[in-house]
């Protein structure tokens, strides 16, 4: 089982299935955009000499490259730049020598007897298990790095809680998600954690038997915690096959929403590089991006929100489904799969466009054609930017009716009251992480209301236009 959601994704960030509202007849200049932040000038006392240490010893000098650690107020830990750094520049390259492969962590494990057979544990699972195994074996030499080869790097990794949704009790997740379109993304993290513990259950059984390991290693805390480490800090390499893996160094570097800088493979370097997509004055934090991720996304995968307003991807998340009754149900069915879509979907509504697939997609579920035979030709139309009529309605008229109707269904959905919310995501502080997730999440509920209501308004609008001929 490998969980997806909250991965740091490469160059599959930019995501191909958005587009602005812009592109959407008769909708784009209903939206407008929000800008970024702005970066501030820090410290540049290395605060991680160890690491840096360890790095040199493994042939990996990362002073050249400009960056020192820094502990960041209410960020943890970041990179900061201590000399000038331009744009475009390869600012960092962490060779791979130094980075935590799948079969990397398979090798250098205790139980390689039993990991060098065929196996069928993803790409997440290896590295729960090798981050789990540094883990007890620094904790049992007292963080010593005798007692771990990579204990320096699981040195500087959070402890429990990490802040992701899985260190969130079963009520905070079913009071704070109550209503939002993130619950299903919260319970898709969780179950798939509690699939990787239980996939892990007859490997480990048998390297107890076998003497491989000690009993008490490779605890369910541990696991879910090295699960946890994953969620927030592994990188996919879309270049090597979307491998999945662990960047020490690299992986201190903070989200910024405006930021489009990337963490990248180069086949030609060896390495996972950096290069910014800005100027960088020294004292300034170098940031990247994680993806286009809302804030109530970066808070379930990551522990932490940007600050409210500073980002542009805030979206409501909504899912639409075929209706068991629709008499050309399993036409639509097979019309979507030749699509490349699921008879249910979920969508991220911006407060600046919509996903460039949520109106076709709509259209197809709510129109009536004559016959089963007109649905494939119907998608076909639909999902090619057409708007054919139906019954003398327009398919765009169709999907708008039937999203204002959803939208308005999801601003009631919400059990908290609209102005409690507000007054507590007043109260909480600017940016902060796990420990001020009520008031978080309820910032991120006011945002999906705006979203919402904007969407619908929209709708409506759109709708007006269309039943006058516009």
Same mark, same amino acid.
């Given at each position: 089982?490998?969980?997806?959601?909250?991965?740091?994704?490469?160059?599959?960030?930019?995501?191909?299935?958005?587009?602005?509202?812009?592109?959407?007849?008769?909708?784009?200049?209903?939206?407008?955009? @929000?800008?970024?932040?702005?970066?501030?000038?820090?410290?540049?006392?290395?605060?991680?000499?160890?690491?840096?240490?360890?790095?040199?010893?493994?042939?990996?000098?990362?002073?050249?490259?400009?960056?020192?650690?820094?502990?960041?107020?209410?960020?943890?830990?970041?990179?900061?730049?201590?000399?000038?750094?331009?744009?475009?520049? %390869?600012?960092?390259?962490?060779?791979?020598?130094?980075? @935590?492969?799948?079969?990397?962590?398979?090798?250098? !494990?205790?139980? +390689?007897? %039993?990991?060098?057979?065929?196996?069928?544990?993803?790409?997440?699972?290896? =590295?729960?298990?090798?981050?789990?195994?540094?883990?007890?074996?620094?904790?049992?030499?007292?963080?010593?790095?005798?007692?771990?080869?990579?204990?320096?790097?699981?040195? *500087?990794?959070?402890?429990?809680?990490?802040?992701?949704?899985?260190?969130?009790?079963?009520?905070?997740?079913?009071?704070?998600?109550?209503?939002?379109? %993130?619950?299903?993304?919260?319970?898709?993290?969780?179950?798939?954690?509690?699939? *990787?513990?239980?996939?892990?259950?007859?490997?480990?059984?048998?390297?107890?038997?076998?003497?491989?390991?000690?009993?008490?290693?490779?605890?369910?805390?541990?696991?879910?915690?090295?699960?946890?480490?994953?969620?927030? $800090?592994?990188?996919?390499?879309?270049? $090597?096959?979307?491998?999945?893996?662990?960047?020490?160094?690299?992986?201190?570097?903070?989200?910024?929403?405006?930021?489009?800088?990337?963490?990248?493979?180069?086949?030609?370097?060896?390495? #996972?590089?950096?290069?910014?997509?800005?100027?960088?004055?020294?004292?300034?934090?170098?940031?990247?991006?994680?993806?286009?991720?809302?804030?109530?996304?970066?808070?379930?995968?990551?522990?932490?929100?940007?600050?409210?307003?500073?980002?542009?991807?805030?979206?409501?998340?909504?899912?639409?489904?075929?209706?068991?009754?629709?008499?050309?149900?399993? /036409?639509?069915?097979? /019309?979507?799969?030749?699509?490349?879509?699921?008879?249910?979907?979920?969508?991220?509504?911006?407060?600046?466009?919509?996903?460039?697939?949520?109106?076709?997609?709509? &259209?197809?579920? &709510?129109?009536?054609?004559?016959?089963?035979?007109?649905?494939?030709?119907?998608?076909?139309?639909?999902?090619?930017?057409?708007?054919? !009529?139906?019954?003398? #309605?327009?398919?765009?008229?169709? +999907?708008?009716?039937?999203?204002?109707?959803?939208?308005?269904?999801?601003?009631?959905?919400?059990?908290?009251?609209?102005?409690?919310?507000?007054?507590?995501?007043?109260?909480?502080?600017?940016?902060?992480?796990?420990?001020?997730?009520?008031? =978080?999440?309820? +910032?991120?509920?006011?945002?999906?209301?705006?979203?919402?209501? $904007?969407?619908?308004?929209?709708?409506?609008?759109? @709708?007006?236009?269309?039943?006058?001929?516009?």
């Amino acid at each position: 089982m490998s969980i997806s959601a909250g991965t740091k994704s490469l160059s599959c960030y930019r995501n191909k299935n958005y587009q602005s509202c812009s592109a959407l007849p008769g909708l784009g200049q209903l939206f407008r955009r @929000i800008s970024g932040q702005s970066s501030q000038l820090l410290d540049l006392v290395d605060s991680q000499p160890e690491l840096l240490q360890w790095l040199q010893e493994r042939q990996y000098d990362a002073c050249k490259q400009k960056l020192v650690t820094q502990e960041l107020p209410g960020q943890g830990r970041g990179l900061v730049a201590n000399a000038a750094v331009r744009k475009g520049e %390869l600012l960092l390259a962490v060779p791979q020598q130094l980075i @935590i492969f799948p079969e990397t962590a398979a090798a250098e !494990s205790c139980l +390689a007897p %039993l990991l060098s057979q065929p196996q069928q544990l993803s790409d997440w699972s290896l =590295l729960a298990l090798f981050l789990a195994e540094q883990l007890y074996l620094c904790d049992r030499a007292g963080g010593s790095s005798s007692g771990a080869a990579w204990a320096p790097y699981i040195g *500087v990794l959070p402890r429990n809680p990490i802040g992701t949704v899985l260190d969130w009790s079963q009520k905070d997740v079913d009071t704070l998600l109550a209503g939002s379109g %993130l619950a299903s993304t919260a319970a898709m993290i969780r179950i798939g954690a509690q699939l *990787v513990w239980q996939d892990l259950q007859p490997l480990l059984t048998a390297a107890k038997q076998q003497g491989l390991c000690p009993a008490e290693m490779f605890s369910k805390a541990d696991i879910y915690w090295a699960i946890g480490i994953c969620l927030s $800090r592994s990188v996919r390499l879309a270049d $090597r096959g979307d491998q999945v893996v662990l960047v020490p160094f690299a992986d201190l570097l903070n989200h910024e929403p405006s930021c489009e800088a990337y963490l990248l493979w180069e086949e030609q370097q060896q390495a #996972v590089v950096l290069r910014p997509d800005r100027d960088y004055s020294p004292g300034q934090q170098v940031v990247i991006s994680y993806g286009p991720k809302s804030s109530g996304e970066l808070l379930l995968s990551y522990g932490f929100c940007p600050p409210a307003g500073s980002n542009p991807h805030d979206a409501a998340h909504l899912s639409f489904s075929l209706q068991d009754s629709d008499p050309w149900l399993q /036409a639509k069915q097979q /019309a979507l799969q030749r699509q490349g879509k699921a008879s249910s979907e979920s969508f991220a509504l911006r407060i600046d466009g919509l996903p460039a697939e949520l109106l076709p997609f709509l &259209a197809l579920c &709510a129109a009536q054609p004559q016959s089963a035979a007109e649905v494939e030709a119907l998608a076909d139309e639909l999902f090619a930017g057409r708007w054919p !009529s139906i019954g003398g #309605v327009s398919c765009e008229q169709l +999907a708008l009716e039937m999203l204002a109707k959803v939208c308005k269904a999801a601003l009631k959905g919400y059990p908290q009251q609209a102005e409690a919310d507000r007054q507590l995501a007043a109260a909480g502080q600017a940016g902060g992480g796990f420990e001020h997730r009520r008031e =978080l999440m309820a +910032a991120v509920r006011v945002r999906e209301r705006q979203i919402l209501s $904007r969407t619908e308004f929209v709708a409506q609008q759109r @709708i007006r236009q269309l039943r006058k001929g516009a």
